[in-house]
């Protein structure tokens, strides 16, 4: 987790497809608003719920690994 304007957060991708993605942020609950180009902003109030659901932690180095392998990396537009 990561910390920002006083709370922490987290990123969830996933590394198979957007709707997957919408589809388990949806169920969790978290607002559409923490959708981020190819990942959900999550605070931490999220985090358990978020792995007991299937969630896997990994660092953020294997994050982009994975978004970058299964092609749904979106980079910032400069």
């Known amino acids: 987790m990561v910390p920002w304007r006083g709370r922490l957060w987290s990123h969830l991708v996933s590394d198979a497809s957007y709707d997957e993605l919408h589809e388990f942020a949806s169920a969790l609950g978290v607002p559409e608003r923490g ?5 959900y902003d999550i605070p931490e109030e999220y985090f358990d719920a978020a792995v007991a659901a299937g969630s896997t932690v990994v660092s953020s180095k294997e994050l982009v690994r994975r978004l970058i392998a299964s092609g749904l990396r979106q980079r910032k537009k400069r």
């Open 35 to 39: 959708f981020d180009r190819d990942h």
